[in-house]
């Protein structure tokens, strides 16, 4: 079998991501399993695994990564250091077509590589398989309850970053007790299940629907609503998923009847041009409008949460939004809406989130990858193919050439 090599990419977009694809450990497994593969790490301060971690379990640190096969990063690659006809694989956030990343889209194309999306790694049924979704929903739901304390005064959460890692993280939530909040947690992906494990941990307890809206109780629930439970088609009444993500503007949000009824937002929805957002922005306005914290965890500005009005860092995640202009202000005053949105939330547990990350990447990608070089799963997940647009993403054609 010929020699391949793995490049792992020191993380160059800003804010700083300190989260891996491979971890040292993972990288020792993987040269011990395929006599036929080599490693190289670019060097960085910044990984939350120490470069001389990599160098014992057996990669070697060199900026040079243009003898690697495979290159692989989180974020968005920076455009000067897109080596030629390479192939990569990180989160471009280019499928949505997104008009931020459209240099980065069109040097890709320049550059003659192969662009291999994380995001668009998806089963034949259509899920994800891998991402940092549950450390994302872990980290955003943390973050909207401890908000929700420091507005109220009634409880006090530290900051996940302070914590070693999840494990430290899970010990610190046998002391909190929750007043009887109603939380709704949106979407049914990883992040659902990263902010259930949180609330489960925190001894909320699961509501349906229907009981959530009607009850009052006298200790803290939370519902679920999936994307069956928030979206109807105008005509039928019923909901399809295939049809829905095919025809959006076919189906209506029926989330605002839970706005009277909610104290915390915490949001894993899907969301993408097209839908209905899960409110609009003038329904804060409005007396019954009850919900005081949003953590929209999936974060498109402007998007699912209309009053997301853009991210804010993990040193400082939290924002207000007034309830009469609608403008940003600071967080925790009477006549606002605390929005917490934060586009790099996995990097406050890296370590967990990392291992989480490579563990799917071993087990469903990489042996068709250094071993076969293709399977139906990368061929579904590659945007680029030596420059060139694949048949399944010609929808981005003017993306491509404008």
């Known amino acids: ?36 593969l080599s490693i190289l790490v670019q060097p960085s301060e910044k990984r939350c695994f120490s470069d001389r971690e990599y160098e014992r379990a057996g990669a ?46 069109h040097t890709l194309m320049k550059k003659k590589t192969t662009l291999i999306d994380y995001e668009c790694l998806e089963h034949d049924d259509g899920q994800r398989i891998i991402g940092f979704g549950f450390f994302a929903g872990v980290v955003g739901a943390h973050n909207g309850i401890m908000a929700y304390g420091k507005r109220t005064g009634t409880f006090n959460l530290k ?32 992040v659902a299940h990263g902010i259930m494990e949180v609330l489960n941990l925190m001894g909320v307890r699961e509501a349906e629907p229907d009981e959530y809206r009607s009850t009052v109780f006298s200790y ?35 989330f605002e009847s839970y706005t009277s009824c909610t104290d915390i937002l915490l949001n894993g929805i899907y969301w993408e041009e097209g839908m209905e957002r899960l409110f609009d922005a003038a329904a804060v306005k ?40 609608l403008q ?33 990447l071993i087990k469903f990608i990489l042996e068709d990858l250094l071993v076969k070089g293709s399977s139906p799963i990368l061929k579904r997940a590659t945007i680029l193919k030596d420059g060139i647009l694949t048949d399944n993403y010609q929808y981005m054609r003017d993306y491509a050439t404008q």
């Open 286 to 325: 409005q007396p019954e409008f009850r919900i005081v914290t949003i953590a929209d965890i999936t974060d498109d500005a402007f998007g699912s949460i209309p009053i997301n009005l853009g991210d804010q860092t993990i040193e400082d995640p939290v924002y207000g939004v007034d309830k009469t202009s």
């Open 159 to 190: 900051r996940v970053y302070k914590q070693k890692n999840f494990k430290e993280l899970i010990h610190s939530y046998f002391e909190i007790k929750l007043p009887p909040i109603k939380i709704a947690v949106t979407g049914s992906g990883r």
């Open 328 to 360: 940003k202000t600071a967080p925790y005053l009477a006549n606002g809406v605390d929005v917490i949105a934060v586009g790099n939330l996995p990097n406050e547990l890296p370590k967990d989130a990392s291992r989480y990350f490579g563990e799917q």
């Open 220 to 254: 803290p629930v939370y519902t679920q609503l999936k994307a069956g439970d928030l979206f109807k088609n105008r005509i039928t009444g019923g909901y399809n998923r295939e049809e829905f993500h095919t025809n959006h503007q076919d189906y209506r949000c029926l």
């Open 1 to 36: 079998m010929p020699m391949t090599t793995i490049g792992i990419i020191r993380e160059g977009k800003t804010p700083a991501d300190n989260r891996v694809a491979l971890t040292p450990a993972q990288c020792k497994w993987l040269l011990k399993n395929f006599p036929s």
């Open 60 to 105: 070697m640190l060199t900026e040079d990564l243009s003898g690697a096969t495979y290159l692989f990063g989180i974020k968005e690659v920076p455009i000067q250091c897109i080596l030629e006809s390479k192939t990569y694989l990180f989160f471009s956030h280019t499928k949505k077509l997104q008009p931020y990343n459209q240099q980065l889209f």
